[in-house]
């Protein structure tokens, strides 16, 4: 992928987001979009309407001494073959109290399980999505949730 | 010397003789032995390995299966706390007893100057067909007694097949019949002492063919005890003899079922040697026996509403096409000789 | 037993781990008649905590540790996570490194097509198709033992390039090993197996994929290529040697369980073909990065020019990347394997993130099974090369 091409979807991007949330660029060849819960459906409808049409991965990241947890959902596109050359990172940031956030399966039915699996590890409870159930852990474990930073291993 | 004398006249009563030793009790004993082992050794070899070999090691591990009987033998036998307990131990034996009671009217040539024929009536072969029919029954009740999801959901594709193979069988059977003449298993041998019926009605070997396999679940149509998706089918629960039982009903299906079809179809004991005519029969028993294992090694399973279908659609039209041909030789005088 | 809804009588079928035909997993499905009429995938039996572990190890350690994810495909797991790691270091391991890791990956891609085979097989009840796979990934094990040393798990390749040169005539082992293969597939298998009439009875036309549900579910790997998208990540984001290797990508139009086996048999012929201008292309020099390499003993540097072993060198046990955030890509043997890190510039990474194609497989499971008969369930699993501790994780 050259970085004309990355530049120019950059551009786009920017343009069809900017000012809802900030896009900037990961080197060597990922773009980032940092975005704030409210408008996490608008941003996902513009995207999948511009090419977008599945993810990858949702990804939570725990930290504990800024009180929020990270989530980022890394997009790509299997039809488009320019787009499929880049992998897209939406990030939201949670307050990591409440743990919820919202659920994206309306938009990207691929992030169904990959979501649920969240859930399970990490605890944050996604509004919308057809099944908050325990997919891996068994269904009546009660302790914190493994992937938190303040579950210690040594205690299994 | 008069004491062994009594003992040997009894022994070699015809009623006596062919249930218990040939081609009765000890001898599917053997067959079976040698059978299983075949079929596993057969299937290893395809599969570029060695099979069976620790157990009679000189002899390529012959006598596997005996041992695994007297490990069965001496092994606990579990009945489950929710079953039907006398049904669930009650129904393999009463299989095992069905399957072996069409051999009280198959004729198989004569040993010793013996006709071994052990009850001799001119409706036999309506006799050997209808007795056959009664294992599938209680494979549908053991499925039913084990008190198992995957049981029950076996025992109900026993019964699916069951209607599916049952008419061509007859059928087929039928137009034997119908070309010779009488349902008596000994005048179909004898009236194939210059031409087998095999020659003359094709269509009717195929199909008794192709049901007898489907009948004992042979590959590719292993379907009632098919592993990938039920256990064991309605074999699920059962430990110990109770299972060396129930895994020995099938291959003695399949011994009955190919005594009847040698009988019918490929000349029965001719050519016969006089005195010892079942050698030729025994022979030809054994290649059709090693010929429906070996089908294990090459076929997968196919899925119950296919076979279903090739029930009704193939072998159901291939009979009746077998009965049509049968009246028209009928009709066209006959068989010389007849 | 029999749950009684709306006056129709369904079976619920736990078709649980302790199962022949379930892996490790389980499946909670209801039977009404011969029809599922609704099915759910049960995984989490052979969880094993990867990324949790792995925010409490060096960064060498992981390797290993990743690894065991899916251990078939050893070889592809490894390169994901050095190549993250190499992204973070910001170096780039020497060409003839890189020809070394894509013969590895190429030759676990064939062993673990292979093993897919073996249990499609298994699964519809040939078992002669189940021994023969098994069997034939013999040759290339050993082949994988003349290069690394290990037959299943090798841990080959380390930040900077690859633990060990090639020995000694190691070309016609190879020629031959993949000869024998390719006979065996192009002649033995077709008769045996897919040209079979049962075969072809139970797979064409069971289980079909549309393009436009493959593409909305997210599906990766072999099943979607059957469904007539030519995505393979070895094309859209060509990695190690790929960009200077000739290949086409395998694709189908039915999206049928048999055109699904028939795009793995497709991929084994592309990935000999690879390994062939592998072995004819492999540039000569050194196996790791200079910048390493200066780090090595003089002593330690001619024991590797004599016997091509280098080992593991002792300074990667302090490895300190700057810190940052990457994402990597490959093609495993079952699809796209995706690798998200997370680097506070510490000994240990602060967030690993690993998504393997099984898991995100997963959901054909729901979607081909539910209106399929009961017998198609063996047949589907068979053909979508599901992989439960690569999906657990």
């Known amino acids: 992928m050259t970085i004309d091409e990355i530049n120019r979807v950059f551009k786009d991007l920017k343009s069809m987001i900017e000012p809802e949330a900030q896009v900037s660029t990961l080197p060597p060849n990922r773009l980032v979009i940092t975005a704030s819960i409210d408008k996490l459906e608008l941003i996902a409808n513009l995207l999948k309407n511009y090419g977008f049409d599945h993810v990858k991965s949702v990804t939570a990241t725990d930290y504990p001494m800024k009180n929020v947890i990270e989530i980022s959902y890394l997009i790509s596109s299997f039809n488009n073959l320019d787009l499929s050359k880049i992998i897209l990172t939406l990030k939201i940031l949670i307050d990591r109290s409440k743990s919820t956030s919202k659920s994206l399966c309306k938009v990207w039915p691929s992030a169904e399980f990959l979501e649920r699996e969240t859930y399970d590890l990490m605890g944050i409870f996604f509004e919308g999505h057809p099944e908050n159930a325990s997919l891996i852990l068994p269904e009546d474990y009660k302790d914190i949730r493994p992937l938190r930073k303040d579950f210690k291993l040594t205690k299994y | ?338 | 037993m029999l749950k009684q809804r709306n006056s129709e009588k369904e079976i619920e079928l736990f078709i649980g781990p302790q199962h022949p035909a379930s892996g490790h997993m389980r499946f909670i499905g209801r039977v009404d008649g011969d029809i599922f009429t609704n099915f759910i995938p049960d995984p989490g039996w052979v969880h094993r905590g990867i990324e949790k572990i792995a925010e409490n190890r060096k960064w060498v350690q992981i390797i290993p540790l990743v690894e065991r994810a899916a251990i078939l495909d050893a070889a592809n797991m490894n390169i994901g996570y050095v190549m993250a790691l190499e992204k973070l270091l910001d170096i780039e391991p020497p060409p003839r490194a890189q020809y070394l890791r894509t013969l590895l990956c190429e030759i676990n891609r064939i062993t673990s097509h292979l093993y897919g085979f073996g249990i499609a097989g298994i699964m519809i009840g040939s078992s002669t198709f189940y021994m023969w796979p098994f069997a034939d990934r013999e040759p290339l094990i050993d082949i994988a033992q003349l290069i690394t040393g290990a037959r299943l798990t090798y841990s080959y390749m380390i930040p900077g390039g690859v633990r060990r040169d090639l020995p000694q005539g190691f070309r016609e082992k190879v020629l031959k090993a993949l000869k024998y293969i390719e006979r065996r597939l192009n002649n033995d298998y077709f008769r045996i197996f897919f040209d079979n009439p049962v075969t072809k009875a139970r797979y064409q036309g069971v289980g079909v994929l549309k393009r436009n549900d493959a593409i909305k579910l997210g599906i990766v790997g072999p099943n979607l290529r059957a469904s007539n998208v030519k995505y393979d990540v070895r094309k859209v984001e060509p990695y190690a040697a790929y960009p200077e290797l000739e290949f086409d990508v395998a694709y189908r139009e039915e999206g049928d369980c048999y055109a699904r086996l028939l795009v793995r048999v497709e991929e084994i012929r592309q990935s000999i073909k690879i390994i062939r201008q592998i072995l004819d292309k492999l540039p000569q020099g050194p196996i790791i990065h200079k910048k390493y390499e200066k780090l090595i003993s003089l002593k330690k540097l001619e024991e590797c020019q004599k016997t091509g072993i280098l080992g593991l060198p002792a300074i990667f046990t302090a490895l300190r990347p700057p810190a940052g955030e990457v994402i990597s890509r490959v093609e495993a043997a079952r699809g796209e394997l995706i690798f998200h890190i997370i680097s506070t510039g510490e000994l240990r990474p602060y967030r690993l993130r690993m998504v393997t194609p099984s898991f995100r497989n997963i959901v054909l499971f729901r979607e081909l099974i539910s209106g399929a008969r009961v017998m198609d369930f063996p047949a589907i699993y068979g053909s979508i090369d599901y992989f439960p501790p690569e999906s657990d994780r």
């Open chain 2, 1 to 338: 010397m008069e004491f062994v004398n009594l003992i040997l006249s009894i022994l070699l009563h015809p009623s006596i003789f062919i249930p218990l030793i040939f081609p009765g009790f000890i001898t599917i004993f053997v067959v079976i032995i040698l059978l299983i082992w075949a079929e596993r050794k057969i299937a290893a070899k395809i599969q570029m390995r060695i099979g069976p070999l620790y157990v009679t090691r000189r002899f390529g591990g012959v006598l596997q299966l005996l041992a695994d009987l007297l490990r069965y033998m001496f092994a606990e036998v579990i009945t489950l706390k929710d079953s039907d307990k006398f049904i669930f131990i009650a129904s393999p034996i009463i299989a095992l007893t069905a399957t072996l009671l069409p051999l009280a009217v198959i004729p198989a040539g004569s040993l010793l100057d013996i006709e071994l024929i052990a009850f001799r009536t001119n409706i036999s072969l309506l006799a050997a067909l209808a007795l056959s029919s009664l294992t599938p029954i209680f494979i549908i009740i053991m499925g039913w007694a084990s008190n198992n999801k995957f049981a029950l959901i076996g025992g109900l594709r026993e019964g699916h097949l069951m209607i599916s193979y049952e008419v061509p069988l007859y059928l087929s059977a039928l137009s034997v019949a119908i070309l010779y003449g009488s349902l008596d298993i000994v005048d179909v041998v004898n009236n194939q002492q210059r031409v087998w019926t095999v020659l003359i009605n094709p269509f009717a070997a195929f199909s008794f063919f192709i049901s007898m396999i489907m009948s004992t679940s042979r590959f590719p149509f292993e379907i009632t005890e098919s592993d990938s998706e039920l256990v064991a089918g309605p074999y699920t629960e059962y430990s110990s003899i109770l299972y060396g039982l129930v895994m020995g009903v099938p291959y003695m299906r399949l011994y009955v079922f190919t005594l009847l079809f040698v009988d019918l179809f490929l000349g029965g004991w001719h050519p016969s040697i006089d005195g010892f005519s079942s050698i030729a029969l025994i022979i030809k028993v054994l290649i059709i026996l090693l010929f429906s294992v070996f089908l294990r090694s090459v076929y997968p399973r196919y899925r119950l509403d296919q076979a279903i279908r090739i029930g009704w659609h193939t072998l159901f039209t291939l009979s009746l096409i077998s009965i049509t041909l049968s009246l028209l030789i009928i009709g066209w005088g006959g068989i010389g000789g007849y």
